[in-house]
């Protein structure tokens, strides 16, 4: 009995991990076709990608396979900081994009887009949250970082700088190359697990395309 309740948090877990996946898959999608017509950044966006993959690949083995403590790889270091830099700059385009909508749009649509980026964002976060996990780091600090984005966008607005906007192509790419690594993290850390999870890999499809389609979320 004490060896079934063990096993069943980690199973509980994989179909989790399978629900994320299926919704970054649906946000890529939207990032590649904002990118598409911008060939040069879609270029740099695929490179990127197959980056992310060997670098999920050798976070996994780090991770899951001999690793016995933080701070005796690089990997300790560099997936992390890119995963944290990610959730500071793509949330600080929801802060700039809240600040001008109810700058030039009013209240009632800057309130209707504010729910949107917290419903969007609570499903975002838990993705970054669960890839966290593996390296024992908690999720106020996650949650912590997207907020500071948040209030860092709505700052450059108010300053009237186009920063966030300016430079929204280039902040894309790294938040499909920090997708992009969580999904491989999440494969190559269960494979098993992931493989029986498919009906949770399509409700997250469907989560995705729902905030996708109604609130722009990617």
């Known amino acids: ?3 079934s309740m063990a096993i069943l948090p980690k199973i509980n877990e994989g179909y989790i991990r399978g629900a994320i996946v299926g919704m970054l898959a649906v946000f890529i999608i939207a990032i590649v076709k904002e990118l598409n017509y911008r060939p040069l950044l879609l270029l740099l966006a695929v490179i990127l990608s197959f980056v992310a993959i060997l670098l999920a690949k050798k976070a996994s083995r780090h991770f899951h396979g001999s690793h016995t403590h933080s701070g005796d790889s ?39 887009l504010f729910g949107g980026v917290i419903l969007h964002e609570a499903f975002r976060q838990s993705a970054i949250i669960t890839a966290f996990k593996s390296f024992s780091i908690k999720w106020y600090w996650v949650v912590a970082t997207a907020l500071f984005g948040i209030l860092l966008g709505v700052a450059t607005g108010i300053a009237g ?33 992931v493989k029986k999870s498919w009906a949770f890999v399509a409700l997250g499809v469907v989560i995705g395309s729902l905030l996708s389609v109604f609130f722009g979320a990617h």
Not at 75 to 97: E, Y
Not at 175 to 192: G, H, K, P, Q
């Open 1 to 3: 009995m004490r060896e």
């Open 74 to 112: 690089a990997i300790d270091v560099v997936a992390p900081s890119m995963l944290f830099l990610v959730n500071i700059l793509h949330p600080a385009i929801d802060g700039f994009s809240l600040y001008e909508t109810f700058d030039s749009e009013g209240a009632l649509a800057g309130f209707v």
């Open 161 to 193: 700088s186009e920063f966030f906007h300016r430079h929204e192509g280039v902040i894309e790419i790294a938040t499909l190359f920090a997708y992009v690594f969580i999904i491989a993290e999440f494969y190559y850390a269960d494979r098993s697990t």
